[in-house]
């Protein structure tokens, strides 16, 4: 009765804090701790956490009896099988937890309200991310998406395909009748262009689309004899154009298809091996998701997309359906008329069965999904012919021991690829490490090369200055002697170069008389200052040092 004025209360803090006290706050030790008590109470277990403050602050005696508000009710179940208190969950409690919520930072001293609004964030994401983690291979929400796609691509193929036959059979009409495939048509149309232009020769091309000598000669013939409309260039280049988008998404529904199947191969393998990929995905997007359809009994899985029909059938009294989306499956449509519901039925029972494998099975495999095939297979016949169906429990052993065999093998293979991986690994490891190694190693090598060099430097530098040394007191010794023996040095130096040249451009010419006293004169020219001058060594040494500059 008082609710308006509870409403109006809780927004102000002042009149809020006369109606409600703090008694006790427990805050958590840490985030990991805030998750776990947010996990359980979503789940509606009592947490030893709660249990613990609960025990510790309830009033356990008094003249009046302590009334526990909770703002959950699946919460306040479990704690009311917990402890003998009376538990309020609807009322005033949910305005005073509205006021407890706005309140708060007030409420508790050393907490301010970004702090508390920065707590519920973090808190809030990490509880999200805990509810999205799973494993991403087995993700059934995929599965959801494209067979939704699968039949949106289906309609718009079909609607576009129509368009196409009315757009191109203004000009070839004849050509509606000899195809009747969408798909083909939509390629023959964006082969064939202008009806006109087709002869003998495009026969070959027409055979590899239809796929039927006769069709082909059909088509040529019609072309013939069409009583089409004529039509432009440029007409025709937009015909052409939209027939061949239709083409690529016959061809992208071709490719989601073939994903669906690997999907489903991953997802619930037992599933598909039973009714098909088709029929499972749609089931699964029918229940929301794998769980769901694992948790529904068998008698809702028959029903399955057909309840518009039930409830019609609950409401006039009439017969209820007996079969939803599992009458789509081949057996149904095998099933003599008498033999339908009571196949379908049985369907569902081991679709349910299959589902459940598929959802807590930890490495997913085909095996119970085929052997529960041949057991639907076997009821089938039993219908047909009344042969004896095996016993549930016969093939479930074997199912059993097969799936436990190929677990097996599954895990071996998985053992293997890890092993492999880790080779990998410490190969790029050591290569790494190798490689560090040999960067070093030159890098010593490269400053070893820098020393030698240095020192071979040094070292000339030092010859260099003992030449100098030599040269000035000879010099001195022999001021007088010097521009004659200049000019003999300069004419030997000169002769040598000439000899040097001939000799590298290939010349082999015989030495003439003059030459050979040419020579002869230079001999004796180097021969006599090396016995009257003591200055040979250094002639010497500079002749050794060009020798080595003209090498290098």
Known sequence: MLLPQVEESVLSIGKFNSMVSLAAFFPFKSAQAALENMNAVSEGVVHADLKLFLETNLPRSGKKKATLGVSDAKIGAALQEEFSISIQTGGVVAEISRGLRLHFHSLVKGLTGQAASK???????????????????????????SIALLDQLDKDINTFSMRVREWYGYHFPELIKIVSDN??????????????????????SLEEVVMDAAKAQAI????????????????????????????????YRLELQEY????????????????????????????GSLTNLAKYPASTVQILGAEKALFRAL???????????IFHSTFIGRAAAKNKGRISRYLANKCTIASRIDCFSELPTSVFGDKLREQVEERLSFYETGEVPRKNVDVMKEAVKEATDVAAEIKRKLEKKEKKRKKREKKLQ??????????????????A????????????????????????????NGAEDAPAKKKKKRKAEAEEAEDAAATDNGAEETDTPAKKKKKRKTETLDVEPAEEAPETPVSEKKKKKKKKENAD
Request: aromatic share 4%; glycine share 6%; proline share 2%.
């Open 220 to 251: 040529l013939e019609a072309s013939r004899s069409s009583m089409g409309m004529d039509i432009s260039p440029i007409d025709l280049i937009n015909i052409e154009r939209f027939s061949s988008r239709v083409v690529s998404l016959a061809a």
């Open 119 to 145: 707590a519920q964030l973090g808190l809030g994401h990490s509880y999200s991310r805990a509810k999205v983690k799973f494993n991403v291979n087995r993700v059934d929400n995929m599965i959801i998406q």
């Open 315 to 325: 409401k006039t009294r009439g017969n209820t359906p007996k079969y939803g989306l």
């Open 260 to 287: 669906l199947r690997s999907k489903m191969s991953q997802v619930a393998p037992n599933l598909a091996a039973l009714i098909g990929e088709v029929v499972g995905a749609r089931l699964i997007s029918h229940a």
């Open 430 to 447: 050591e290569l790494q490490e190798n490689g560090e190694t040999n960067g070093e190693a030159e890098v010593e090598n490269g400053e």
């Open 449 to 476: 090369d820098t020393t030698v060099v240095k020192k071979k430097k040094k070292k000339q530098a030092a010859e260099e200055m003992e030449v100098e040394a030599e040269e000035t007191p000879a010099a001195e």
């Open 183 to 204: 798909s083909m048509y939509c390629r023959l149309a964006q082969l064939i262009g202008n009806r006109k232009e087709l002869s003998e020769e495009s026969l070959e």
